[in-house]
């Protein structure tokens, strides 16, 4: 047990680990979001989606999974809760019968966080979330960097005619000046698609777009290097589908691709967005329907607690 003074993950010694709140690591869930560094945030949300649904159970079975999370990592020497106060802070209340008002909603729940000087740490919901989140990052710091991993590149112009979808986030972002174009990576999108343009339009806006082809067989450190050269200087945002994993290791989401990225490669990618400026993170479209033995939601949990370790002002141990 530990004397820091921040919120501090429930210890197992303490309280079995099927015991407790049911918060993400079973952090107190207690704090205002003014008296802490990092805000954990659930977004119930999947009436975005296009293919299969259940997004919206996404935070709740990432907590649910998170309890067999130990508060030191092991491998980095990182040690976030020592280093910041972090604290669940719950769902944001969306509407779940307009898509549009829910839009409303986040976009205003992340203003009166960031307004509180925090960065933000979200569990997904579909994909569509993240437009509000860069509406509210994008008037609080300007345009910003991001590493979008994904298998796909969420930059259709349209879905069944409707302008905000789970697949149209980051063209809305270009339109409406939310992000820094020319610091923009796209990791691990590939698949079928209806033209050449579902890549080729982020890539005539300046972003460094990565196919999954470039990631077989290697590590990632290297990629990693060349993303940090090229984003850094800047408010960054990391948003993380988690179908941009194979479903061999993340079968639990709403549009698997086969030939994905590893888990050990989602670890590279974020393990390498240490000392960028990161304002704030995502693990979206866990769909726990389709994640029968909780294998995805242990990943998601997994990968949301390795974005903490490399969040500015998290010390290393020895």
Avoid: K
């Amino acid at each position: 047990m530990t004397d820091s003074p921040h919120p501090q993950p429930l210890d197992g010694n303490e309280m079995p680990r099927f015991g407790g709140l049911a918060t993400f690591m079973r952090l107190p869930g207690r704090s205002e979001p003014a008296d802490l560094d990092v805000a954990v945030v659930g977004v119930p949300l999947d009436i975005g989606t296009s293919n299969r649904p259940g997004a919206r159970y996404g935070p709740r079975s990432i907590r649910a999974e998170s309890v067999l999370i130990r508060p030191y990592n092991m491998a980095t020497r990182a040690a976030p809760f020592d280093s910041l106060r972090i604290d669940d802070c719950g769902d944001v209340a969306v509407n779940a019968f307009s898509l549009a008002d829910s839009v409303t909603r986040i976009e205003a729940h992340y203003d009166m966080l960031l307004a509180g000087d925090v960065v933000t740490a979200t569990m997904g919901g579909d994909h569509t979330i993240v437009l509000p989140i860069l509406r509210a990052m994008a008037r609080r710091f300007g345009p910003v960097g991001l590493v979008h991993v994904d298998a796909h590149t969420d930059i259709n112009d349209s879905m069944f005619g409707e302008q905000i979808a789970h697949g149209t986030p980051f063209r809305r972002a270009v339109e409406e000046g939310l992000l820094d174009c020319g610091r923009v990576v796209q990791i691990g999108v590939r698949g079928t698609g209806y033209t050449a343009d579902d890549f080729d339009w982020s890539r005539d806006q300046g972003f460094r777009v990565v196919q999954v082809e470039e990631c077989w067989h290697r590590a990632l450190g290297p990629l990693m290097d060349e993303v940090r050269d090229r984003i850094e200087g800047g408010p960054v945002y990391l948003s993380f589908d988690i179908d941009g994993l194979d479903p061999a290791f993340a079968p639990g989401t709403g549009t698997p691709e086969i030939g994905g990225l590893t888990a050990v490669q989602g670890l590279e990618i974020i393990r390498g967005c240490r000392g960028l400026d990161l304002v704030g993170v995502d693990l979206v479209e866990v769909s726990p329907a389709y994640d029968t033995s909780g294998n995805t939601a242990l990943v998601a949990a997994n990968l949301l607690y390795e974005m903490l370790c490399v969040l500015p002002g998290v010390d290393r141990r020895g």
